[in-house]
């Protein structure tokens, strides 16, 4: 069941619970775009981990109103208000692709509450020096952020367009998708059960409006609000070395500047490789502190 929590300045706040509910507590920060739907680990897979996964809307995808001019630090404010009115007081935060950079803020700005954070497939600040942003990035991904770059919210009614588009027919859009994908990619789509949960959650990401996915490429683009040198819990960061998507440099560069970090470059894997590492990095995120392997990454 779908609980609408509502934030401290009155928005909605979409939220789902899978697995274990008596289990240990992970937020699960979806992609751009994408929604509280997925994709999860089969119920199972949660059951036999012990985890109670978290999933929700970021402000403007499915059923979660908008927070206009949003940051990526803001994310922190939504996980907080959740984890209290679901009485949480400590809780791991994975966020995968575009809920990559989100998890890294709750790392940063939620180090009482969030013990351990993993970001998969994620992005670097678009101001990194030293990093060529672009470097190996596929040219649709290229054309939107330099679009975002140049234009910044003058790309909301082609992304408006798009959306509507999706909406209309998700199973266009994945396939539209699967022809930029690498060959392990495509392994990973052609799943029957992992194309349902996409075309579920891009239906739900777009249920009302493009709003979400317009918010998160000008977050990611515009100052995150927050230093990766003030992260100071376990953080992991994993990437599939042939990622188009989002380019595993993004991670290296990272791991540079998080002190705490473990970085994992994955060879033979790419973008949609971090749907089969869920399992793995959801337990090491559960790991007590000081357990064997618990700050490493040998089972990645």
């Not at 180090?111 to 600040?125: E, I, N, S």
């Amino acid at each position: 069941m779908t609980t609408v929590v509502p934030a401290v300045d009155g928005r909605g706040l979409a939220v789902e619970e899978w697995g274990e509910p008596a289990g240990r507590p992970v937020f699960l920060l979806h992609g751009t775009p994408g929604s509280r739907l997925g994709p999860i680990p089969r119920p199972m897979v949660l059951y036999q981990l012990g985890i109670r996964l978290i999933t929700f809307d970021r402000p403007g995808y499915g059923r979660s109103d908008r927070r206009i001019g949003r940051a990526v630090a803001d994310v922190a404010d939504d996980v907080r208000r959740i984890a209290n009115t679901l009485e949480l007081r400590e809780f791991a935060v994975l966020g995968r692709s575009g809920g990559g950079p989100h998890a890294l803020a709750c790392a940063a700005l939620l180090p009482g509450r969030a013990r351990r954070v993993a970001a998969l497939v994620g992005l670097a600040p678009a101001q990194a020096e030293g990093l060529d942003w672009f470097e190996g990035m596929a040219a649709s991904n290229t054309r939107e952020y330099l679009a975002v770059r140049r234009q910044g919210p003058l790309v909301s009614a082609r992304l408006r367009s798009v959306a509507d588009r999706i909406r209309a027919d998700p199973a266009q859009y994945v396939a539209d998708l699967s022809a930029e994908l690498t060959q392990s990619d495509r392994r990973v789509v052609s799943d029957a059960g992992m194309r349902r949960m996409l075309l579920e959650t891009f239906a739900e990401a777009f249920r009302t409006s493009a709003d979400g996915w317009i918010d998160d490429l000008l977050a990611f683009c515009a100052p995150w609000g927050f230093e990766l040198g003030e992260i100071v819990v376990p953080t992991m960061l994993w990437h599939g070395a042939n990622d188009t998507f989002s380019p595993a440099g993004h991670s290296r560069w990272l791991a540079d500047r998080i002190p705490t970090s473990t970085v994992v470059v994955q060879p033979g894997s790419a973008h949609f490789g971090a749907f089969d590492v869920l399992p793995d990095v959801l337990t090491w995120l559960v790991q007590p502190d000081g357990a064997p392997g618990a700050r490493t990454s040998q089972r990645l």
